[in-house]
Nanobody, 116 residues
Framework: QVQLVESGGGLVQPGGSLRLSCAAS????????MGWFRQAPGNGRDLVAS???????KYADSVKGRFTISRDNAKNTVYLQMNYLKPEDTAVYYC??????????WGQGTQVTVSS
């Protein structure tokens, strides 16, 4: 069954903003540290932001100060607010549990393209 559905990507100019959403099944979301990952062409899938069940957040240095992760535990949804976007943020963005043993099947991801 579908466990993770990402949405909200698109084409945006440098300096612009996007808000990504991820609807997750309870088995993946509840009580787990959730993260946003991204994969650019030719690269691996990297964790860019994470949030614990009680709201503790961590960010990769490349996005610190520009991206904000949040979650709605009542809706099993995690968000990523992305501001001051740069061309190097271009990638497919995915969400999933951070810890390997808690992960669900990867969703289709959502494409973010930053270009003028």
């Amino acid at each position: 069954q579908v466990q993770l559905v990402e949405s909200g990507g698109g084409l945006v100019q440098p300096g612009g903003s996007l808000r990504l959403s991820c609807a997750a099944s309870g088995s993946v979301f509840s009580g787990n540290v959730m993260g946003w990952f991204r994969q650019a062409p030719g690269n691996g899938r990297d964790l860019v932001a994470s949030i614990s069940d009680d709201g503790y957040t961590k960010y990769a240095d490349s996005v610190k100060g520009r991206f904000t992760i949040s979650r709605d535990n009542a809706k099993n949804t995690v968000y990523l607010q992305m501001n001051y976007l740069k061309p190097e943020d271009t990638a497919v963005y995915y969400c999933n549990a951070v810890h390997l043993s808690m992960r669900g099947s990867w969703g289709q991801g959502t494409q973010v393209t930053v270009s003028s």
